[in-house]
């Protein structure tokens, strides 16, 4: 079964600093992986998006990486701000010649305290 | 305007009613999907489609019944609605020209649903 497991669970850091998520999956053969930020009470918003071949992917203070080798993935948080509180959802979605669904992780929820 | 809009946003209802959740887009994508969110659980994918004549079972569709109107309108029916349908539904889009798929690119901003 098609697996993606996040970590931490949740995050508390201060304003300023940076922080790393984590995101392990078993997906495979897969097509691309995606970050989401989800703000409460909003819908998930598409921050990166990586395809097998691709290392890194940056989105102004937010870099994503991933190892195709190790099926892993990170986000990296830079210089973090009150706004960057919400919950980070990895997606790792099949090739086309699969099952096409995509596996959501369960999320990592941030809280950026001043 | 949200590019992704569902209507309503909130609902309570009581359990053997039928309930009706409509999402319109105005981005011009093919594909469309909704997902239900539950606390402490990743997005579950109820149904999708990928353009008007094609619709798919997610991984949770029973329970659940879909209408695709028009190329911008995606519905979602629960025919009977029980208790533990109470969750949080997204209706999402995305453009078939990104590469691999790529899944939903954009979400709406969820109907709470409570079930009596």
């Known amino acids: 079964k098609n697996q993606v497991e996040q970590s931490p669970q949740s995050l508390i850091i201060l304003e300023g600093k940076n922080c790393t998520l984590q995101c392990n999956y078993t997906v495979s053969p897969f097509s691309n992986l995606r970050w989401y930020k989800q703000d409460t009470g909003r819908g998930p918003v598409s921050l990166t998006i990586?395809?097998?071949?691709?290392n890194t992917k940056s989105n102004g203070r937010y870099t994503a990486t991933l190892d195709a080798d190790t099926k892993q993935s990170s986000l990296h948080i830079t210089a973090s701000q009150l706004s960057d509180s919400a919950s980070y959802i990895c997606?790792?979605?099949?090739?086309?010649?699969?099952?096409?669904?995509?596996?959501f992780g369960r999320g990592t929820s941030l809280i950026v305290h001043p | 305007d949200a590019d992704v809009t569902q209507t309503p946003r909130n609902r309570i209802t009581k359990t053997g009613k039928r309930i009706m959740l409509e999402c319109s887009q105005t981005?011009?994508?093919?594909?469309m999907y909704w997902y239900r969110q539950d606390p402490g659980l990743g997005l579950r994918l109820i149904y999708y489609?990928?353009?008007?004549?094609?619709?798919n079972k997610g991984e949770i569709s029973d329970g659940y019944s879909v209408s695709r109107q028009a190329q911008a309108k995606f519905s979602l029916s629960l025919e009977s609605a029980i208790p533990n349908q109470t969750a949080l539904y997204f209706c999402?889009?995305?453009?078939?020209?990104?590469?691999?798929?790529?899944?939903?690119?954009?979400f709406g901003d969820g109907t709470r649903l409570s079930i009596l």
């Open positions: 999402a889009t995305s453009d078939t020209t990104v590469t691999g798929g790529g899944g939903p690119q954009h």
């Open positions: 981005k011009g994508h093919d594909r």
């Open positions: 990586m395809t097998f071949s691709e």
């Open positions: 489609s990928f353009d008007v004549k094609d619709i």
């Open positions: 997606v790792v979605s099949p090739t086309s010649g699969g099952s096409y669904i995509p596996t």
